[in-house]
């Protein structure tokens, strides 16, 4: 029974964030990275709609303020272990 009513809300909840959700711009370069919905809940920010990895960063603001800043988000680079050798 509750599998049938978690099948039943996934979709809807799909749904509803591809409406309310927005366009994530990587902070680097500018380039959209992914679509999803971005919910603040209980000081955290919660990411929905979105498989990526997303790494959060501050923006570079210019001027010095601490009472407002910008967070963006960019890809987290592919690992790199090219030490590793082939098996």
């Known amino acids: ?8 809300f996934r979709p ?5 964030i591809n409406i ?8 680097e370069t500018g380039k959209i990275i992914g679509h999803a919905l971005l919910l603040p809940w209980r000081g ?3 990411v929905l709609g979105t498989g990526l990895v997303l790494v959060p960063k501050f923006c570079p603001q210019p001027r ?4 407002k800043r ?4 960019t890809l987290h680079p592919a690992p790199d ?3 590793e050798p082939r098996s």
């Open 64 to 67: 010095l303020t601490y009472w």
């Open 44 to 46: 955290r920010i919660l």
């Open 70 to 73: 910008e967070l963006g988000f």
């Open 1 to 8: 029974m509750q599998k049938i009513k978690l099948k039943v």
């Open 12 to 16: 809807v909840l799909l749904w509803l």
């Open 20 to 27: 309310l959700g927005s366009d994530i711009h990587d902070a």
């Open 81 to 83: 272990f090219s030490h």
